[in-house]
Protein backbone atom coordinates (compact mmCIF):
# COMPACT_ATOMS: atom_id res chain seq x y z
CA UNK A 1 0.00 0.00 0.00
CA UNK A 2 1.36 3.55 -1.17
CA UNK A 3 -0.08 6.10 1.62
CA UNK A 4 -1.16 9.51 -0.22
CA UNK A 5 -1.77 12.04 2.69
CA UNK A 6 -3.36 15.12 1.43
CA UNK A 7 -3.86 18.39 3.07
CA UNK A 8 -4.26 22.46 2.62
CA UNK A 9 -7.93 22.11 2.05
CA UNK A 10 -10.55 24.72 3.49
CA UNK A 11 -12.94 27.28 3.18
CA UNK A 12 -12.12 29.98 0.86
CA UNK A 13 -14.11 33.09 -1.13
CA UNK A 14 -14.90 33.12 -4.54
CA UNK A 15 -11.97 34.36 -6.85
CA UNK A 16 -9.73 33.06 -4.28
CA UNK A 17 -6.45 31.21 -4.43
CA UNK A 18 -5.52 27.67 -2.61
CA UNK A 19 -3.60 25.47 -2.79
CA UNK A 20 -3.65 21.74 -1.86
CA UNK A 21 -0.15 19.34 -1.36
CA UNK A 22 -0.10 15.62 -1.05
CA UNK A 23 3.01 13.66 -0.09
CA UNK A 24 4.28 11.01 -1.79
CA UNK A 25 6.81 7.95 -0.85
CA UNK A 26 10.11 8.66 -1.77
CA UNK A 27 10.46 4.80 -2.90
CA UNK A 28 7.98 5.48 -5.66
CA UNK A 29 10.04 5.50 -9.25
CA UNK A 30 9.58 4.32 -12.83
CA UNK A 31 6.71 5.54 -14.78
CA UNK A 32 3.89 6.71 -13.14
CA UNK A 33 0.69 9.47 -13.40
CA UNK A 34 -0.12 11.28 -10.35
CA UNK A 35 -3.05 13.00 -10.30
CA UNK A 36 -6.04 15.01 -8.32
CA UNK A 37 -9.42 14.29 -8.22
CA UNK A 38 -12.40 16.06 -7.03
CA UNK A 39 -16.06 14.68 -6.08
CA UNK A 40 -19.17 17.37 -5.52
CA UNK A 41 -22.27 16.01 -3.74
CA UNK A 42 -24.39 14.48 -6.37
CA UNK A 43 -21.72 14.57 -8.88
CA UNK A 44 -19.21 11.61 -10.70
CA UNK A 45 -15.55 12.00 -9.98
CA UNK A 46 -13.50 13.79 -12.00
CA UNK A 47 -9.91 14.31 -12.60
CA UNK A 48 -8.56 17.65 -12.36
CA UNK A 49 -4.74 17.27 -13.18
CA UNK A 50 -2.65 14.88 -13.71
CA UNK A 51 1.65 14.99 -14.72
CA UNK A 52 3.47 12.12 -15.40
CA UNK A 53 7.08 10.81 -14.65
CA UNK A 54 8.50 13.03 -17.87
CA UNK A 55 6.30 16.27 -16.61
CA UNK A 56 3.84 16.14 -19.15
CA UNK A 57 0.48 17.69 -17.55
CA UNK A 58 -3.34 17.33 -18.65
CA UNK A 59 -6.41 19.38 -17.28
CA UNK A 60 -10.13 19.58 -18.40
CA UNK A 61 -12.01 23.07 -19.37
CA UNK A 62 -13.12 23.21 -16.48
CA UNK A 63 -9.81 24.20 -14.91
CA UNK A 64 -7.98 25.11 -17.69
CA UNK A 65 -6.09 28.29 -17.01
CA UNK A 66 -7.00 28.34 -12.90
CA UNK A 67 -5.48 25.20 -11.61
CA UNK A 68 -1.72 24.07 -12.16
CA UNK A 69 -0.19 20.51 -10.94
CA UNK A 70 3.17 20.42 -9.88
CA UNK A 71 5.40 17.90 -8.37
CA UNK A 72 8.99 18.83 -6.18
CA UNK A 73 10.65 15.35 -5.90
CA UNK A 74 13.11 16.70 -3.62
CA UNK A 75 10.44 17.44 -1.24
CA UNK A 76 8.28 14.14 -2.21
CA UNK A 77 5.33 16.13 -2.60
CA UNK A 78 2.18 16.98 -5.25
CA UNK A 79 1.11 20.10 -5.23
CA UNK A 80 -2.27 21.38 -7.10
CA UNK A 81 -2.32 25.16 -6.87
CA UNK A 82 -5.97 26.89 -8.21
CA UNK A 83 -6.71 30.32 -8.46
CA UNK A 84 -9.87 32.12 -9.07
CA UNK A 85 -11.73 29.65 -7.75
CA UNK A 86 -15.53 29.44 -8.21
CA UNK A 87 -18.58 28.08 -6.13
CA UNK A 88 -18.61 24.70 -8.07
CA UNK A 89 -14.81 23.88 -7.43
CA UNK A 90 -16.19 23.31 -3.96
CA UNK A 91 -15.20 19.21 -3.46
CA UNK A 92 -13.32 16.79 -1.96
CA UNK A 93 -9.87 16.81 -3.83
CA UNK A 94 -8.31 13.57 -3.78
CA UNK A 95 -4.23 12.64 -4.35
CA UNK A 96 -3.95 9.54 -6.64
CA UNK A 97 -1.06 7.71 -8.47
CA UNK A 98 -0.56 4.97 -11.16
CA UNK A 99 2.54 3.08 -11.73
CA UNK A 100 3.76 0.81 -14.69
CA UNK A 101 3.74 1.35 -18.80
CA UNK A 102 0.77 2.93 -19.71
CA UNK A 103 0.76 5.78 -16.89
CA UNK A 104 1.31 8.84 -19.16
CA UNK A 105 -1.37 6.93 -21.18
CA UNK A 106 -4.04 7.10 -18.22
CA UNK A 107 -2.70 10.62 -17.59
CA UNK A 108 -3.59 11.59 -20.72
CA UNK A 109 -7.23 9.92 -20.41
CA UNK A 110 -8.30 10.53 -17.13
CA UNK A 111 -8.90 14.50 -16.67
CA UNK A 112 -12.90 15.52 -16.48
CA UNK A 113 -14.09 11.90 -15.66
CA UNK A 114 -13.43 9.14 -13.32
CA UNK A 115 -10.98 6.25 -13.47
CA UNK A 116 -11.61 3.47 -10.79
CA UNK A 117 -8.47 2.33 -12.17
CA UNK A 118 -5.58 4.57 -10.70
CA UNK A 119 -3.48 1.99 -8.43
CA UNK A 120 -3.53 4.25 -5.19
CA UNK A 121 -5.68 6.98 -3.36
CA UNK A 122 -5.55 9.52 -0.52
CA UNK A 123 -8.30 10.13 1.55
CA UNK A 124 -9.13 13.55 0.72
CA UNK A 125 -9.04 17.09 1.79
CA UNK A 126 -12.23 19.03 1.48
CA UNK A 127 -12.39 22.52 -0.22
CA UNK A 128 -15.15 24.76 0.28
CA UNK A 129 -15.79 27.88 -1.84
CA UNK A 130 -18.04 30.57 -0.43
CA UNK A 131 -20.19 33.13 -3.03
Known amino acids: QVPLAESGGGSVQTGGPLTLSCVVPSYIYGDYCMAWFRQSPGKEREGVGT???????HYPDSVKGRFTISKDNAKNTLYLQMNSLKPEDTAMYYC?????????????????????????WGKGTLVTISS
Open 51 to 57: IDNLGNT
Open 96 to 120: AADFGEFASIICGTVVGQDYYGMDY
